[in-house]
């Protein structure tokens, strides 16, 4: 039998424990899979006397998990830390540049430096596993750089934030504000204490932007992400989205169109029937488009201390069914040399079309005049209805617009000009009707 994978972990919170406690737990199985054995050699956190539920007296302590990194006691650095900088970047960085295979659950991390560091494996000939990083327990790294060969994809999308759509869940199912469902996300460990990164959308724009480069082979650019949060969903759009036969998700959509790539990340109406729709409370989904293969949707826990170590002691066991000499493929499916610069494009028409929700004035010729902006943008409507806004607002009315498929622009322009015929009492509410099948 080969020799042990001696493995060392920086960071120990809820996924670091995890991992130490499922390499422990699951010692025999793993051996028999892997071929060898797998050990925790060593160690690096923050508290050495805090108890975290499972024996670490076996490993070495590292203060510094640089210095653990570079060590030549481990084969295996696992980052669990956290952050796009500090000791996470300059750790797995130190930890490559040794010569040391790396498994990383830091989805911010790669998409701030992943090509560089894909670069620095590659050159070193040792991998850098992250499937932890998207989707939590949901193999869709592995999927896309591995199971896919042969096929072109044209568009990938997904719920990849479960604090967001347990919000949006709780919110349909019993009528609760955005506000109450957050406070109960965070009573229960869904959301943090600030949680502005998860319901703003930039927790899925990191994840979309590693799926990005896996799709189209570009380099990853988080930045160009077209970026929309939940914060401003009501019940008023929940229950409108539910008359017209649709749910609202937070998705995280990359197409190829004749422009470059396209980037986005917002809520979207897609229908109750399809597939996607059925996500509800934590569950991450991603849905992969291909030319061979069709579509492909893969669903399932998106977050936790459980699902994240599975992906993470994948990737751990990967590393240790290798053998010396093996030639380890790219890191984002092609050499990170290769990888094209992003193309970003514009943002354009998509099936579907869009709902518009508008609280205005209760006047006359405020209908008509909202018709003639559609018109002079030529936007075609599907279905246009008013009423009443609340009770308590008798001179307001809401109207509600369903468009056929238009451009983002045309969208843009019709209620920017609404907005300075001063007929809006409130902030007018824009959400995209997805094809999601």
Request: aromatic content about 4%; glycine content about 10%.
């Amino acid at each position: 039998m080969a020799e042990a994978l001696r493995v060392g972990i920086a960071g120990l919170g809820t996924v670091g424990a995890s991992v130490a406690r499922v390499l422990r737990d699951k010692a025999a199985e793993l051996t028999r899979q892997c071929g060898r054995e797998v050990v925790v050699s060593a160690v690096s956190a923050r508290d050495p006397n805090r108890d975290r539920g499972v024996d670490l007296g076996a490993a070495k302590w590292f203060d510094d998990p640089v210095r653990m990194a570079q060590t030549a006691e481990i084969d295996v650095f696992v980052e669990l830390i956290g952050g796009d900088e500090g000791p996470s970047h300059s750790s797995v960085k130190a930890a490559l540049e040794a010569g040391r295979h790396v498994v990383t659950a830091n989805k911010a991390l790669l998409a701030k430096h992943g090509v560089a560091l894909a670069e620095t494996a590659e050159k070193k000939g040792v991998l850098l596993n992250y499937e932890a990083a998207v989707a939590g327990g949901i193999p869709v790294i592995k999927t896309m750089r591995e199971a896919m060969a042969g096929n072109s994809v044209t568009r990938v999308f997904g719920i990849l934030n479960g604090t967001c759509n347990y919000i949006l869940t709780r919110m349909e199912a019993e009528g609760l504000s955005f506000d109450d469902c957050l406070k109960d996300a965070q009573r229960l460990g869904y959301a943090e204490a600030d949680p502005t990164f998860d319901i703003e959308g930039h927790d899925t724009a990191h994840k979309l932007s590693i799926l990005t480069s896996l799709a189209f082979g570009t380099r990853i650019a988080a930045n160009d992400i077209y970026m929309e949060g939940i914060s401003n969903i009501s019940q008023a759009d929940i229950r409108a989205a539910g008359d017209l036969g649709y749910r609202i998700k937070l998705l995280g959509v990359a197409q190829r169109t004749e422009s470059g790539i396209e980037q986005r990340v917002h809520p979207t109406m897609v229908p109750t029937a399809s597939v996607i729709a059925q996500v509800h409370g934590v569950t991450n989904a991603v849905a992969i488009e291909t030319d061979i293969l069709g579509e492909l949707l893969l669903s399932g826990p998106g977050a936790g201390g459980n699902a994240t170590a599975s992906a993470v002691v994948g990737d751990i066991a990967d590393i240790a069914k290798s053998r010396p000499g093996f030639q380890h493929g790219p890191v984002f499916g092609l050499p990170a040399k290769e990888l094209r610069p992003y193309k970003k494009a514009q943002m354009r028409s998509h099936a579907g079309g869009y709902f518009i929700r508008l609280t205005v004035h209760d006047r006359i010729g405020v209908f008509a005049a909202i018709a003639k902006r559609m018109a002079d943008n030529e936007i075609s409507l599907e279905s246009i209805v008013q009423h009443a806004a609340g009770p308590d607002t008798a001179l307001q009315k809401t109207v509600i617009l369903v468009t056929h498929e238009t451009t983002e622009a045309a969208v843009r322009k019709a209620v920017d000009g609404i907005t300075r015929d001063d007929h809006l009492t409130d902030k007018p509410q824009v959400i995209r009707i997805e094809r999601a099948e």
